[in-house]
């Protein structure tokens, strides 16, 4: 297996929901990322995550929650969400923290 | 992190040579080139990336100038599937890439 997936493809959810993303990868790679990419712009880094713990968080606001409860599974939690948050959340993995990055499809996730 | 300047747009013609230039005057002796690419609707595609010397792979070539101020990926037989945006990322490593806003490369038949 030589793929990051994600679930799911697309999301909706209102401001007072609580949802989760949902990233998985079995190539044993040790690091893993968040990323944020709105619409017609570059993704941007949220979160890393170095063999299972978190090693770089950039300022993203509390209702954003990462998780990874074991190497292979990487979460992001939402909760209290603004419509501005509305964008393609990108999930990647690293052999090791400072190896090239894959990355998996998105979730494209809509803030009503 | 050095800042990147890249074209915002180019095209090619399919089967023809795509040079994509960078810009990163600023860059650090302890940097390196990378290049991303993002198909639409894709997440990014790591291509290659190097330091000081010319770097091929069987996606790409990366040419780096003697100063490093400047570089040019080329994919030298450009297909209608390498339609992308392609990143050009200037950081000491991989994990905390900044990407810019990277160029478009239209390959038309």
């Known amino acids: 297996d030589t793929e990051v997936t994600q679930t799911p493809k697309h999301l909706v959810m209102g401001m007072t929901n609580k949802k989760s993303l949902k990233c998985e990868q079995h190539?044993?790679?040790?690091?893993m990322y968040w990323y944020k990419q709105k619409a017609k712009k570059p993704p941007e880094l949220m979160f890393v995550?170095?063999?299972?713990?978190?090693?770089i968080n950039e300022s993203v606001p509390s209702r954003f929650s990462p998780e990874c409860p074991n190497s292979s599974l990487l979460n992001l939690h939402l909760h209290a969400l603004q419509p501005e948050d509305s964008a393609l959340y990108l999930c990647a993995s690293s052999q090791e923290p400072d190896r090239e990055q894959f990355f998996g499809p998105g979730t494209r996730l809509t803030v009503l | 992190d050095a800042k990147t300047t890249q074209p915002p747009s180019m095209d090619c013609a399919e089967g023809r040579a795509a040079n994509l230039p960078c810009n990163h005057s600023t860059i650090s002796g302890n940097e390196y080139v990378y290049w991303y690419r993002q198909i639409h609707s894709q997440g990014p595609q790591y291509i290659i990336h190097g330091l000081k010397n010319n770097e091929t792979n069987e996606m790409a070539s990366l040419i780096i100038t003697e100063d490093r101020k400047s570089s040019t990926l080329i994919l030298p037989h450009a297909t209608l599937r390498d339609t992308a945006v392609y990143y050009c990322i200037v950081n000491t490593g991989f994990q905390k890439l900044v990407f810019g806003t990277g160029t478009r490369l239209l390959v038309s038949p």
């Open positions: 995550y170095s063999y299972e713990k978190l090693s």
């Open positions: 190539m044993g790679h040790r690091a």
